[in-house]
């Protein structure tokens, strides 16, 4: 398919059904947030006007998927909608074990109960937020290996998710035997939802199976990533995005998914392995916590939608949009007003509030002071992803994460507009402190008041 030969990148898809936003005044806003204790999470999407939070299970499904809820098989023994969701699976990413969850961070907890344990090292590009909770909770260390570039929000490198070579050759001498995993998460979130590029996953495959450690992929955002191999890499422009997915997912030894991202449905995951002693220790932890091994905590309709929205999630000119539009938001943040981290990602604008916000200093967290400061002006719901998320992050984040076809232009266009009214106020912001946090995955639930 040729490039999109217009300036208007529209939306390839029509709009079927309609569900109404709500309008709320400043003062309501205000109340709303106070009442939350300041924590964006603790909201109601009632209180929200444009909800960037998260593209998690926020997107909307194709027509093609909705007819495939009907098609659901409930039986909660071998299902033919397991069946063809496995189906799917198995031609997609070539892994033979397949086991559904009923989200990403099932199969991170799955995963750190049956294979890790104290004294154990994980190693990955950047862990998020549930993947270093469930590695850490099981008593093993997990430890980031991104590249240099991704520390600079300035640097335009097109592959700045990479792992650093160097460091996790450090690493395995360091750590040795203690190391049980090393896993890649594409697109990086952490790091500003930057792509790993195929070169950097063959050498990072290639260092683990020389040494006999299994390296999985985190493949939430399987899809665009391998966009963006497509896009910005030398020798894939003429490869099809299956093929692409297809060859990063041949580099592992089984992957973790949160099917809510590029899966494109409202629930659901994936947890597989190609090492048949895994697949039955998976197995057996999955059938406590999740469900029989054929439905993993879903219905039989969940996985039928999923089986459609893999697939979906592959086709070139929804990806092209998906990108284009990721960076039309980016341009206009910055022109507004706001630094955001370069190139822009695959989901979602990631604000430099450290640099946006200067005069505070990183223990008042100036990311959470942006993103309320967001949310008051306009309601715009984003998510702090700095030391609010990450205690002791290198970075002060915002990340306004678009569901997948979910918003149309002018809802991005309404959202730049509320940023430029926060610009004109921004040496009026103040940051905020922690008044209560619980153990792990503090952002979800903490109380906030401001200073």
């Known amino acids: 398919m040729s490039p999109w030969p217009y300036r208007t990148i529209i939306e390839p898809f029509r709009i079927k059904a309609v569900e109404e936003i709500p309008f709320l005044t400043e003062d309501a806003r205000r109340a709303a947030l106070d009442r939350a204790g300041h924590n964006l999470f603790k909201l109601f999407a009632e209180e929200v006007t444009i909800d960037l939070l998260t593209d998690s299970g926020t997107g909307a499904m194709s027509a093609d998927q909705w007819a495939a809820l009907m098609l659901g098989d409930e039986s909660y023994a071998g299902s033919r909608s397991f069946r063809r969701f496995e189906a799917v699976v198995h031609r997609l990413t070539g892994v033979k074990h397949v086991f559904p969850v009923h989200q990403g961070r099932a199969a991170e907890r799955i995963l750190a109960r049956t294979v890790l344990g104290p004294g154990k090292v994980v190693l990955n590009n950047t862990h998020f937020d549930t993947t270093r909770a469930n590695v850490e909770q099981s008593g093993a260390l997990a430890i980031d290996l991104p590249v240099a570039s991704a520390r600079d929000p300035e640097d335009t490198s097109p592959f700045k998710g990479d792992m650093d070579l160097d460091a996790l050759d450090r690493a395995f001498e360091e750590y040795g035997d203690r190391v ?48 963006f191999i497509h896009a910005r890499e030398p020798g894939f422009d003429s490869w099809s995005l299956p093929d692409i997915a297809r060859r990063m997912f041949d580099m592992a030894d089984g992957f973790t998914m949160s099917a809510k991202k590029d899966g494109i449905v409202h629930i659901g995951g994936i947890l597989a392995t190609r090492d048949p002693v895994w697949a039955d220790k998976f197995r057996n932890e999955l059938i406590l916590g999740e469900g029989f091994p054929t439905y993993g905590g879903l219905a039989g309709r969940d996985l039928e939608a999923m089986a459609v929205g893999l697939e979906e999630a592959l086709d070139e000119g929804y990806l092209r949009y998906r990108a284009r539009s990721i960076a039309y938001f980016a341009e206009g943040i910055e022109k507004a007003g706001i630094p955001v981290v370069h190139p822009p990602g695959g989901h979602a604008v990631y604000l430099d509030a450290g640099r946006f ?26 998510v702090e992803v700095g030391s609010f998320m990450f205690p002791g992050a290198r970075l002060e984040l915002v990340r306004l994460a678009v569901p997948r076809r979910t918003y149309t232009q002018a809802h991005i266009d309404y959202t730049i507009e509320v940023a430029e009214r926060v610009v004109a106020r921004a040496k009026d912001l103040r940051g905020y402190r922690i008044v209560k946090e619980p153990p792990f995955l503090r952002h979800f639930s903490a109380e906030l008041a401001p200073l």
């Open 357 to 382: 916000l200067s005069h505070i200093p990183k223990s008042a967290l100036p990311g959470q002071a942006l993103a309320c400061a967001l949310y008051l002006e306009g309601g715009i719901r984003g």
């Open 180 to 227: 049980a995993l090393v896993m890649i998460t594409m697109t990086n979130n952490a790091a500003g939802g930057q792509p790993v590029s195929m070169a950097n996953l063959a050498a990072v495959s290639d260092r683990c199976h020389q040494r006999g450690v299994p390296m999985f992929l985190d493949a939430a955002r399987f899809a665009e990533n391998a966009w």
